[in-house]
């Protein structure tokens, strides 16, 4: 595949600066009022109609227990496919249905992210396909970025995705990954996002590192891609979260060395860190437009993507609880927590996780439908619509991805 064309990203921004640091505290909106309305509803002005390419124009409806897709209607693309999504949403998990992603993008992307892993960047041997195709990464990507105006943009996603497993497979976890020497992989790994800058005689080693292993030949490919389509300032923000998800893996596979259990707000703190963040917060540029660097630093805004993130990756821990459990060793997640350090029963501790998961699903509501209110500037709206719904798609991913996740027995 070669590297996709892409016109420039487009911004309808007034000046950033006038809404810089503006805030509304989160009690004030609760209960959903014209922001959160708005937030879920979406963007509605003028460039804003290729939104939801695979949606009905309607607001979702936040839910406790499973909802049927709705189905979504679009003049020129074929019906999706009608049939339920597998797998069964979390009994008291707080969440928002999507519809099915569109086949047809879930199609192409899945034809071009597996050539991309064979012919571009060598990732995986032979025996690993199953587990690659299991992962159902365009399924992931076209459910958390309806609004993508292509499918190159949702290949960006989709490359990025990829690479950032592939790191936690091989150098943390389940394929040969180990806390021990972590620190230099991850760092050097991380050289394929933010590059060295040395003398000519170093220079060439360096490069030559970057095509030494699975996680360094994805990581540089799938920036370069990504590098195509974003600004300097959204390519800083990307490696900014990236260094943010290195040290969360750093600090747990130090907790892992030492068989330290943390205590709960230590576990969720180093899980903000080791967290789906960067994944959201592309959300503009695989949407080909662009939220200004001054409006994505207001500290409203980092507080909406720290809780939005924080909730997407209790999903995981949530929905992956068997799978670790499973695992040799101990494998922390949060209801692991819970029970070690409050003496719950498990399925008590499980029960607790999907309160504090609600919590912050509710809290990250309230904030953005607040600075939604407080700063309605059409790309902040935008973004902001973007974060909840990749917030939507994660859960949906996690929900019907049998292959990967099965709920434990507690209901
Ligand atoms: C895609 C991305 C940025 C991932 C970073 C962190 C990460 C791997 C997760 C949040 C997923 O958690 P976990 O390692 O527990 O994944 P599984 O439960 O094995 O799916
Ligand atoms: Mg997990």
Redesign the pocket.
């Known amino acids: 595949m070669s590297a996709p064309e892409f016109s420039p990203p487009s911004s309808t921004l007034p000046a950033a600066t006038a809404h810089a640091g503006a805030h509304v505290p989160a009690a004030e909106v609760r209960t959903p009022g014209a922001g959160l309305r708005q937030i879920l509803r979406g963007p509605s002005g003028l460039g804003t109609a290729g939104l939801y390419p695979a949606r009905n124009d309607k607001p979702p409806t936040p839910s406790m227990a499973p909802t049927p897709p709705t189905p979504p209607t679009s003049p020129t693309r074929p019906e999706p496919s009608s049939a339920p999504a597998e797998g069964n949403p979390i009994p008291g998990l707080y969440h928002h249905p999507v519809p099915e992603p569109d086949p047809v993008r879930v199609d192409a992307v899945s034809r071009g992210i597996k050539a991309w892993a064979l012919e571009e960047v060598d990732l995986y041997p032979e025996d690993w396909e199953e587990e690659f195709d299991g992962f159902s990464v365009a399924r992931y990507m076209v459910a958390c970025h309806p609004d993508a105006p292509t499918v190159d943009h949702l290949m960006l996603a989709a490359r990025l995705?990829v690479a950032?497993?592939a790191v936690?497979d091989c150098y943390c976890?389940d394929h040969g990954g180990s806390p021990v020497g972590l620190g230099g992989r991850l760092l050097l790994a991380h050289t394929a996002l933010d590059p060295l800058h040395t003398t000519r005689e170093y220079q060439p080693r360096w490069a030559e590192s970057l095509h030494a292993d699975a996680p360094r030949r994805a990581y540089r490919s799938a920036m370069e891609y990504f590098l195509q389509q974003a600004s300097p300032s959204q390519a800083d923000r990307f490696r900014h979260d990236m260094s943010r998800?290195h040290m969360g893996y750093l600090a747990e596979a130090a907790w892992a060395q030492t068989d330290h259990v943390p205590e709960v707000w230590e576990y969720l703190a180093m899980r903000q860190f080791?967290?789906?963040r960067?994944?959201p917060t592309i959300t503009d540029t695989v949407g080909g437009y662009e939220l200004p660097a001054d409006l994505h630093a207001q500290p409203a805004m980092q507080r909406v993507i720290a809780l939005a993130g924080n909730a997407t990756?209790i999903v995981?821990?949530l929905y992956?609880y068997t799978?670790?459990l499973a695992a040799p060793g101990r494998h922390l997640?949060l209801p692991v927590v819970i029970a070690e350090r409050e003496g719950a029963d498990e399925r008590a501790a499980y029960l607790k996780a999907v309160e504090v998961h609600n919590d912050l699903m509710r809290d990250f509501e309230a904030e953005a439908a607040a600075l939604a209110a407080a700063c309605p500037v059409p790309s902040v709206l935008r973004f902001l619509r973007g974060v909840a719904v990749w917030v939507d798609g994660n859960h949906y991913w996690h929900q019907t991805n049998t292959y990967?996740y099965s709920l434990p027995d507690f209901w």
């Open positions: 995705m950032e497993n936690d976890e998800l080791n967290n789906f960067p994944c990756t995981n821990d992956s799978k670790e997640n990967r």
